[in-house]
């Protein structure tokens, strides 16, 4: 069997890719090895998936080429992106933070997707096994568990490590490994992070408890944080777990924009834990209260413990002992070295016709529906060459 482009993965990437590619006039076979296409996509943004956002910048990107990202983006705009589904009866409705979600569910965006490579001409061959690919004259050969394919262009969509429970492994990586791409080390990303043991007992005594916090250290972030029985948690730990590497120690800032001598001045009369919890979770500003062994009214605070609490308050630490696994993390951080890539065209420089897209590649988006925007406008940029 002979065609165009075989496109190996039938998430996001590799399905708006397919669409592109066919409507080209491209002859397109998108293989996968799960019985069901656009399984993360179904699974996303809590099975509403969460297709973009309307503000998307390359600093929403980690990437080893904080660059590399430019040109993909830019000719995808999330208004782009929306008129398409739009377009295609798929309604979209905007929430906090710019996130865009399908209006009627992540199921709503699998089918237009499924449907967008169908019509198009790309034919879907879903529990196939690929057990390997390699270079020959003027392409490249697929080795399926129904025989070889030939292909002029090949494109690698198979995703990241994240979601093991779905179907995802590490064999995109080894497989671009084998067609002679650098791979940059691995771990998991948009994870929760796990308490050590000084942290342990009050993030178990705090389970359920959530504030809005700025975390400093490895990076900058505001958000939601959630405390859970294993340690911190929400938005803005999961960002944070892009950035944290082992050893590193968070600063949370628990009052994030509040004066806290202010807040200490006008409460002189009422006890330190009444006072707080004004302005934190009641069991947090106890917990704090008899961390730092205060009690009593605020007047009554000497000069050491009311800075101590102060700065406790503004730089709370946290070492975390290690970010959660693969099983909870969204994403993978780390994969096919983009040096290698053109950004342009998502194609490998050093090996004409292999294209790689999505979350294989070095690419990782903050929350909010940066990375499946990331895997539609990597997926249509390399549709333009394949």
């Given at each position: 069997m002979h065609v165009d482009v075989v496109i190996i993965g039938a998430g996001a990437s590799g399905l708006f890719c397919a669409a592109a590619c066919a409507a080209r006039g491209r002859t397109v076979v998108v293989l996968d090895h799960g019985a069901k296409a656009a399984r993360k996509v179904l699974a996303s943004g809590g099975g509403r998936a969460n297709v973009t956002n309307t503000d998307v910048a390359a600093t929403d990107y980690v990437c080893a080429n904080p660059h590399f990202v430019k040109s993909a983006l830019a000719r995808l705009t999330p208004d782009a992106l929306r008129a398409r589904l739009h377009g295609a009866g798929v309604a979209t409705v905007v929430e906090a933070g710019g996130k865009v979600f399908c209006r009627d569910g992540a199921p709503a965006m699998a089918r237009f997707l499924l449907r967008q490579a169908e019509e198009a001409g790309a034919r879907l061959r879903l529990g196939a096994t690929v057990t390997g690919a390699r270079r020959e004259a003027g392409g490249f050969i697929v080795e399926t568990g129904t025989g070889p394919i030939a292909c002029a262009s090949l494109v690698l969509a198979l995703g990241g490590k994240s979601w093991p429970g779905l179907g995802a492994t590490g064999f995109g990586y080894a497989l671009a490994a084998r067609l002679g791409l650098a791979v940059t080390p691995l771990r998991p990303g948009l994870t929760p992070l796990l308490a050590g043991p000084g942290d342990l007992p009050l993030c178990r005594d705090m389970a359920g408890v959530s504030l809005p916090v700025a975390v400093g250290g490895p990076c900058a972030l505001s958000g939601d944080m959630l405390f859970t029985h294993q340690g911190l948690s929400g938005p803005v730990i999961l960002d944070a777990s892009l950035f944290w590497r082992e050893g590193q120690a968070l600063a949370?800032?628990?009052?994030?924009?509040?004066?806290?001598?202010?807040?200490?001045?006008?409460?002189?009369?009422?006890?330190?834990?009444?006072?707080?919890?004004?302005?934190?979770?009641?069991?947090?500003?106890?917990?704090?209260?008899?961390?730092?062994?205060?009690?009593?009214?605020?007047?009554?605070?000497?000069?050491?413990?009311?800075?101590?609490?102060?700065?406790?308050?503004?730089?709370?630490?946290?070492?975390?002992?290690?970010?959660?696994?693969?099983?909870?993390?969204?994403?993978?951080?780390?994969?096919?070295?983009?040096?290698?890539?053109?950004?342009?065209?998502?194609?490998?420089?050093?090996?004409?016709?292999?294209?790689?897209?999505?979350?294989?590649?070095?690419?990782?988006?903050?929350?909010?529906?940066?990375?499946?925007?990331?895997?539609?406008?990597?997926?249509?940029?390399a549709a333009e060459r394949a």
């Open positions: 949370i800032d628990l009052l994030p924009g509040r004066d806290i001598a202010a807040i200490l001045a006008g409460t002189g009369k009422q006890e330190v834990k009444n006072a707080l919890a004004r302005h934190l979770p009641r069991r947090l500003a106890t917990a704090l209260c008899a961390r730092l062994g205060l009690a009593g009214p605020v007047a009554g605070l000497a000069a050491e413990p009311r800075r101590e609490l102060a700065a406790t308050l503004r730089a709370f630490p946290f070492t975390p002992a290690a970010a959660a696994g693969y099983a909870k993390a969204e994403v993978t951080c780390g994969g096919v070295d983009t040096a290698a890539i053109s950004s342009k065209t998502m194609e490998a420089t050093a090996v004409p016709g292999l294209f790689v897209i999505g979350e294989l590649l070095d690419v990782t988006g903050r929350l909010g529906g940066f990375n499946l925007h990331w895997a539609f406008a990597s997926g249509r940029a």
